[in-house]
């Protein structure tokens, strides 16, 4: 093999690890718009004519998906995470199609309870303009659990003063540089801050 053979193929291959970067952190941003409430980034997750189907009755445009997402969420939930987990992805050449597995947790708003919904985003996504976006969103429902959650108002957790995400910008993952000398209000489960003994 020459040496430009093995640059050449030295060059796809790398094309190829930052297709598939890019390809998961715009899935991943997408997730963490969802969490966060970030309206401007979830929206960057998708073409401008792309599409969202969240069950047949919830075919939504990609740029609106924030408003029913974080509509959704807050009548739904007073927290809600959503993980990435497992994740393949085809690439041929300006189209990917991915296949990741995503766990939803989601705190009732009562409190109490939590419900755990696990399924699949199933994205075509388009390099346009040297940019990966989600051209194509279709979400599987495989797996859905109720769980008691009472246990987050125990006095044990709250007394620990752990930290919980806020739903805005004034979360500490947005905070440059983070330090300890900032939290904003709401950002501790409520309780005195000391362990009992």
């Given at each position: 093999?020459?040496?430009?053979?093995?640059?050449?193929?030295?060059?796809?291959?790398?094309?190829?690890?930052?297709?598939?970067?890019?390809?998961?952190?715009?899935?991943?941003?997408?997730?963490?718009g969802?969490?966060?409430?970030?309206?401007?980034?979830?929206?960057?997750?998708?073409?401008?004519?792309?599409?969202?189907?969240?069950?047949?009755?919830?075919?939504?445009?990609?740029?609106?998906?924030?408003?029913?997402?974080?509509?959704?969420h807050t009548?739904?939930?007073?927290?809600?995470?959503?993980?990435?987990?497992?994740?393949?992805?085809?690439?041929?050449?300006?189209?990917?199609?991915?296949?990741?597995?995503?766990?939803?947790?989601?705190?009732?708003?009562?409190?109490?309870?939590?419900?755990?919904?696990?399924?699949?985003?199933?994205?075509?996504?388009?390099?346009?303009?040297?940019?990966?976006?989600?051209?194509l969103?279709r979400?599987?429902?495989?797996?859905?659990?109720?769980?008691?959650?009472?246990?987050?108002?125990?006095?044990?957790?709250?007394d620990?003063?752990?930290?919980k995400g806020?739903?805005?910008?004034?979360?500490?993952?947005?905070?440059?540089?983070?330090?300890?000398?900032?939290?904003?209000p709401?950002?501790?489960?409520?309780?005195?801050?000391?362990t009992?003994?």
């Amino acid at each position: 093999m020459s040496t430009e053979e093995r640059l050449a193929a030295l060059e796809a291959k790398m094309q190829d690890i930052n297709d598939r970067q890019e390809i998961l952190a715009c899935i991943v941003r997408n997730a963490r718009g969802c969490d966060r409430h970030d309206s401007q980034m979830l929206s960057s997750s998708y073409h401008a004519d792309g599409i969202d189907e969240h069950g047949l009755a919830n075919i939504i445009a990609g740029p609106e998906y924030c408003e029913w997402a974080n509509e959704v969420h807050t009548k739904g939930s007073l927290q809600n995470m959503h993980h990435i987990t497992t994740h393949s992805c085809e690439i041929d050449g300006d189209v990917a199609h991915a296949d990741s597995y995503v766990i939803g947790l989601f705190l009732n708003p009562d409190g109490e309870a939590a419900r755990l919904l696990a399924g699949r985003y199933l994205d075509r996504l388009e390099r346009r303009n040297g940019e990966w976006k989600i051209a194509l969103r279709r979400c599987t429902v495989e797996v859905i659990m109720k769980a008691d959650a009472s246990i987050i108002k125990s006095d044990y957790v709250l007394d620990m003063g752990f930290l919980k995400g806020l739903r805005d910008k004034q979360d500490i993952s947005y905070q440059r540089p983070m330090s300890l000398d900032e939290t904003p209000p709401g950002h501790r489960w409520e309780g005195t801050g000391k362990t009992k003994s």
